[in-house]
């Protein structure tokens, strides 16, 4: 709604500051009009003081210069000057006064007529501080008249710098402003940019001006707007297409570059999600197993309300490796989300199989070094053994010694001792991986083990997986062997617990726990149970092995190292 004439508006502004600067000055002119007698009324009233100390000289002579003297007093007493107190602009503290000076002065003139003069005396402090009164509320209101005058200045002035800062801002928020959007929107115009908003005014003919640039913008705009919406669509699809395969081939380039490890996996999700900031991504890897499923997050995390997920499978071939998982705020981009599942699939599959060719050609190599040893050590051994019961065959009674017969036993324990520990060598050796999969090859393991004892040994198995190397697969599953061994033959256990877990995010552990004879019965017989060979075998995985005892009784045996290491 129009509030007028924006020339009116000013010109009211301009009107009443020239009205308020006159009233003021108006105001100024009549408070000193009505102030130019008060000096001379002080005057005369102070005079009076003076006069009637005079008249006590006069007051017992009763000559004709007392009736001088009184008719000087009241000429002064009834000047125009002292009769301006009476005046309707006087104040009535000052009327008041006045007339009780005159009224005072009635009886002093009676006085002196009758020459008393001890009367006047008397009478005369009294009178003279009556005097000094009206003098004070004289004073009182000329001071007052100033000072409203003073007031009335002030206030004049401050009003009138009010109105105009309410000019100026009125004349900029109303006037300056719309002009220079104005001339913003013309310039806009002038660079072909003619999608613009005119700025709003209430006044006619600003608004006159703006309605005419607005119109003849539009006009212009219809012929333009078209063609560039078609070739924003265009680039805006060829940009997108571009970025999402920039962002398909970083990742696999990426992914084939190295060790195809979680934070490898994550860093792809991140790239995907700083694609589509919109999005929540999670990726789930399960080979057909829910339970041993492995769950990675993208940055930003995994809203709890999950009833508009989508799923897009990890699928490559005749491999189901498990699914990405979406939730977006807006309509998922979903060619984008499947050809990058299909390409972690792809990475998967493709380092899977290089992890499991690399495993196999370990366990080859280990296989033909058993064979040797076997042909080698393992027939020499045997050899000995045999000659060694032919040699205490042989001895007559007469070589026959505690000495030879020492010697000849510690010959044959040594024997026997080397031949046990080459026959559990060889069966470490011949241990298979068929599968990159370490709790398979773990659980492959321990059922030739419970083929072999009574005793009961389960497996808790927690690793993520893609988590371990081809060579530490390798080493994990000899230490762990060598120390379920060690349990079964020496712990005298009933019960043997496997525990696989990360217990960092950068360390895996491997507990091997029993119910046995304990730590301190094994320490004893280090030298026979390959205690050393664990600690080897732990340090090609740049871990640790330590050995404690259980509070229930027993012992446990924790491999604690980095996953995804190359061995030192």
Request: glycine share 4%; with cysteine.
């Amino acid at each position: 709604m129009k509030k007028g004439s924006l020339t009116s508006t000013i010109l009211g502004l301009m009107l009443t500051l020239i009205l308020l600067s006159s009233g003021l000055a108006t105001f100024s002119i009549i408070n000193l009009s009505y102030s130019l007698g008060d000096a001379k009324a002080i005057n005369a009233s102070g005079s009076l003081r003076m006069q009637s100390y005079r008249l006590m000289f006069y007051a017992n002579s009763g000559s004709d210069e007392a009736d001088e003297k009184i008719e000087e007093f009241e000429n002064t007493l009834y000047s125009e000057a002292l009769k301006r107190s009476q005046a309707w602009y006087s104040s009535q503290a000052s009327t008041d006064q006045y007339q009780l000076v005159i009224s005072k002065w009635k009886l002093m003139k009676l006085y002196i007529q009758q020459e008393n003069s001890r009367l006047y005396a008397a009478a005369l402090k009294d009178f003279v501080d009556t005097i000094d009164l009206l003098v004070l509320e004289m004073e009182h209101h000329a001071a007052f008249k100033i000072k409203l005058l003073a007031a009335s200045q002030i206030f004049g002035l401050g009003l009138m710098l009010l109105i105009a800062f309410i000019a100026v801002r009125f004349t900029k928020k109303k006037v300056v402003t719309p002009l220079h959007k104005l001339m913003e929107s013309a310039n806009t115009i002038s660079k072909g940019n003619f999608d613009i908003e005119m700025p709003s005014t209430d006044y006619v003919e600003l608004s006159a001006l703006s309605n005419a640039l607005q119109s003849t913008a539009k006009e212009l705009s219809a012929l333009y707007k078209d063609l560039e919406s078609q070739v924003k669509e265009k680039t805006f699809a060829l940009t997108r297409a571009n970025d999402e395969l920039t962002l398909l081939y970083d990742n696999l380039v990426m992914l084939h570059s190295g060790t195809l490890d979680i934070d490898t996996l994550k860093k792809a999700l991140n790239q995907l999600r700083a694609h589509e900031p919109h999005s929540f991504l999670r990726l789930v890897i399960c080979q057909g197993d829910e339970e041993d499923k492995q769950v990675i997050e993208a940055d930003g995390g995994w809203p709890l309300a999950t009833s508009n997920q989508i799923n897009f499978p990890l699928k490559f071939e005749d491999n189901e490796l498990g699914y990405l998982e979406v939730i977006s705020n807006e309509q998922p981009n979903h060619p984008l989300f499947e050809n990058f599942a299909i390409m972690l699939a792809r990475s998967i599959v493709i380092y899977s199989a290089g992890e499991q060719k690399q495993q196999l050609a370990l366990m080859e190599e280990r296989g033909v070094i058993a064979r040797e040893l076997h042909d080698s050590l393992g027939q020499l051994l045997s050899f000995l053994k045999i000659q060694v019961n032919l040699l205490s065959k042989g001895l007559d009674s007469a070589c026959r010694s505690p000495q030879v017969e020492e010697q000849l036993s510690e010959i044959n324990e040594g024997v026997n001792t080397a031949y046990v520990q080459l026959r559990e060598l060889l069966s470490t050796f011949r241990l298979t991986i068929k599968d990159p999969n370490l709790s398979h090859a773990i659980e492959a393991m321990l059922e030739q083990l419970r083929g072999q004892s009574d005793i009961d040994i389960s497996l808790d198995y927690k690793l993520p997986l893609q988590l371990l190397g081809a060579h530490q697969h390798i080493h994990v599953l000899q230490l762990t062997r060598e120390a379920t061994l060690n349990a079964i033959k020496h712990a005298n256990a009933k019960h043997i617990n496997i525990h696989c877990f990360m217990s960092s995010a950068t360390e895996a552990t491997i507990s091997i726990s029993d119910d046995g004879v304990g730590i301190e019965k094994l320490r004893e017989r280090d030298q026979h149970f390959g205690i050393g060979i664990m600690h080897e075998r732990a340090s090609r995985l740049s871990g640790i092995v330590e050995f404690s005892s259980n509070p229930e009784g027993g012992t446990t045996v924790t491999l604690t190292f980095p996953p995804q290491q190359e061995p030192s």
